[in-house]
Structures are given as structure tokens and as C-alpha cells.
Nanobody, 125 residues
């Protein structure tokens, strides 16, 4: 069992930056993949970024490539989502998720079975 707690959301102007954090308790991320998803009002939840805890490969949605980075902090068992050059269309509730997807399902919501409670990110124009 893994419990996930997100933090770091807030209100920022377009062009600004935020860093989201996802801390794991009850178990470590070892052996899992960790991802960030987001859901904007009236839209379906979508994949943003993901990585395996062990290993260097990272995966990003086209809409965030070059602006977002998924980073791990092994010392405190935390995954961060560094978001730069934010745009109003990045406004959403952001969720971290943990699972054991294969490479082809890294961006598939159903491949993840532990989810955080979500944190709101609002980008003003």
C-alpha cells in the first residue's frame, strides 16, 4: 500500500513557474513508475509526465515537453514536477499516481493504482 500526498499548487501568472511535490508513505516508490496527470474543468484526466523510480527514462505529453520536468528526490522519497513557462491552458487539478505500467502504457490512467488527492494549479493570463 502506498499513500501519496501532493503539495505545491497555487496561482501563478502566465510565464511563471511552480514545483509540485508528491511524497510517498506506507511504502517507497521502489519498483514502481510514478506519473503526473491533470484534469481541467469539463475535460478528461490526461497524462502529463512519468518515469520509473529506478532508471532514467522520462516521458512527457507533447503539450508540456521542454517546459515541465519530472524529478526524483531519493533522500526524501518524493517526486517533483517542475513546471516552467506556465500557460493558462495548464490550469487544472494535478494528481500524482503510482503503478507498474509497461512502456506502452506509461501514459494510460488505468495502469496506475495509487493516486494522490490532487493539487490545484491556476495560471492567469
Amino acid at each position: 500500500q502506498v499513500q501519496l500526498v501532493e503539495s505545491g499548487g497555487g496561482l501563478v501568472q502566465a510565464g511563471g513557474s511552480l514545483r509540485l511535490s508528491c511524497a510517498a508513505s506506507g511504502n517507497t516508490f521502489g519498483g514502481y513508475a510514478v506519473a503526473w496527470f491533470r484534469q481541467a474543468p469539463g475535460k478528461e484526466r490526461e497524462f502529463v509526465a512519468g518515469r520509473r523510480w529506478s532508471g532514467g527514462s522520462t516521458y512527457y505529453a507533447d503539450s508540456v515537453k521542454g517546459r515541465f520536468s519530472i524529478l526524483k528526490d531519493t533522500a526524501i522519497n518524493t517526486i517533483h514536477l517542475q513546471m516552467n513557462n506556465l500557460k493558462p491552458e495548464d490550469t487544472a487539478v494535478y494528481y500524482c499516481a503510482v503503478g507498474r505500467p509497461i512502456q506502452s502504457t506509461m501514459s494510460t490512467e488505468g495502469a496506475y493504482y495509487y493516486w494522490g488527492q490532487g493539487t490545484q494549479v491556476t495560471v492567469s493570463s
